[in-house]
């Protein structure tokens, strides 16, 4: 059983993003923070991450959330406010008695679909290109 300990996850510009452990929320759910630059808690970026079992099934859920903050003033006062939020959420859905290997090839499968050389894929990820 892992511990709560940092994420590092690096973007496509090689950028580091660091998630702490915040805390744990309801139903096992294990919330990682990465904080604003600005220090505005509601800029924090979350990374969620989850464990559920089913009679025939384990379900992990990763659920990746980014707001986007700007600030409004309002009679000479600033205030933060969240304008939008950018989410990836996540499932992995494994049967009770599926083998470490198979597990592996899906996850790995996965990675590789995410990845930038996928040009059929990351046009429709990153460029919100449909299928014509």
Same mark, same amino acid.
């Given at each position: 059983? /892992? *511990?709560?300990? +940092?994420? $590092?996850?690096?973007d496509? @510009?090689?950028?580091?993003h &660091?998630f702490?452990?915040?805390?744990?929320?309801a139903n096992?759910?294990?919330r990682?923070?990465?904080?604003?630059?600005?220090?505005?808690?509601?800029?924090?970026?979350?990374?969620?991450?989850?464990?559920?079992?089913?009679?025939?099934?384990?379900?992990?859920?990763?659920?990746?959330?980014k /707001? *986007?903050?700007? +600030?409004? $003033?309002?009679?000479?006062? @600033?205030?933060p406010?969240? &304008?939008?939020?950018?989410?990836?959420?996540?499932t992995?859905?494994?049967?009770?008695?599926?083998?470490?290997?198979?597990?592996?090839?899906?996850?790995?499968?996965?990675?590789?679909?995410l990845?930038?050389?996928?040009?059929?894929?990351?046009?429709?990820?990153?460029?919100?290109?449909?299928?014509?």
């Open positions: 059983m /892992p *511990t709560p300990s +940092t994420i $590092t996850l690096t496509r @510009d090689s950028t580091a &660091v702490n452990p915040s805390r744990e929320e096992g759910v294990q990682f923070s990465k904080s604003d630059a600005s220090g505005v808690k509601i800029g924090e970026s979350h990374l969620r991450v989850s464990l559920r079992e089913t009679p025939s099934n384990f379900k992990v859920r990763l659920k990746l959330e /707001p *986007t903050v700007v +600030t409004e $003033t309002i009679n000479g006062v @600033d205030n406010k969240v &304008v939008r939020m950018s989410m990836v959420d996540c992995f859905t494994f049967a009770r008695n599926s083998t470490t290997a198979e597990r592996k090839e899906l996850i790995g499968q996965m990675a590789d679909a990845a930038a050389d996928q040009t059929v894929l990351n046009s429709v990820i990153l460029d919100l290109d449909n299928f014509w």
